[in-house]
């Protein structure tokens, strides 16, 4: 059974960049079966996703952040993590980190962490 | 703004049924891709409950069914109980927007 676990600050200064990981256990993050994702929930909001990555390294992102996500895997420590730049308050959230399935045609995310939440704030 | 568009709430009492709808567009729903959808309850992370419009994974009651038609998806659950409060998002793709695009989310409240 695979497990997504996030990590990292909880407390972001405005302009720093939010760095954030998720550990999967009980399954390869290169099992190339699957892609891996973030997304995030701003609060009392709906969820938005951010992008997502292969174990080979090619990744999509949501183009309304504005290239502002970066997304990297680690497949030795079966890790993928993030970075959003420029943070300020609108950034605050709930982040989660997901597996996707059928990320050619029909994604969508069966798996999900328990979330991590960010609060972006002097 | 969701590209998604989803009731803010529905309500029913227990044993009863409640529809909820999630509208799109010609360049999600209605460009034939599949709608999903997760149940989050309370203080929980999302949980996949309808996959490729209308199927469950392993584990969820067929008390929940998902069905589309057009530019629309519905997800519909019947014989209510206490513990369905929470939470549900409707999920897609959208060809313009090149991404994953979610509702609003709807939260449903057993009277």
Redesign the interface.
């Known amino acids: 059974q695979v497990q997504l676990q996030e990590s990292g600050p909880g407390l972001v200064k405005p302009s720093q960049t939010l760095s954030l990981t998720c550990t999967v256990s009980g399954g390869s993050i290169s099992s190339g079966d699957s892609y891996w994702s973030w997304i995030r929930q701003h609060p009392g909001k709906g969820l938005e996703w951010i992008g997502y990555i292969y174990y080979s390294g090619t990744t999509y992102y949501n183009p309304s952040l504005n290239s502002r996500a970066t997304i990297s895997v680690d497949t030795s420590k079966n890790q993928f993590s993030l970075r959003l730049s420029s943070e300020a308050a609108a950034d605050t959230a709930v982040y989660y980190c997901a597996r996707v399935k059928e990320a050619g045609t029909r994604p969508y995310m069966d798996v999900w962490g328990k979330g991590t939440t960010v609060t972006v704030s002097s | 703004q ?1 590209v998604l568009t989803q009731p803010p709430s529905v309500s029913g009492a227990p044993g009863q049924w409640v529809t909820i709808s999630c509208t799109g567009s010609n360049s999600n729903i209605g460009a034939g ?2 709608v ?1 959808w ?1 149940q989050q309850l309370p203080g ?5 409950l309808i ?2 419009n209308n199927n469950r ?1 392993s584990g969820v009651p067929d008390r929940f069914s998902g069905s589309k038609s057009g530019t629309s998806a519905s997800l519909t659950i019947t014989g209510l109980q206490a513990e369905d409060e929470g939470d549900y ?1 409707c ?1 897609s ?1 959208d060809n313009s ?9 709807t939260k449903l409240t057993v009277l």
């Open positions: 969701s891709y599949a999903y997760y929980t992370a999302p949980k996949l996959y490729n994974p998002h999920q793709y927007l090149r991404a994953v695009v979610f509702g609003g989310g």
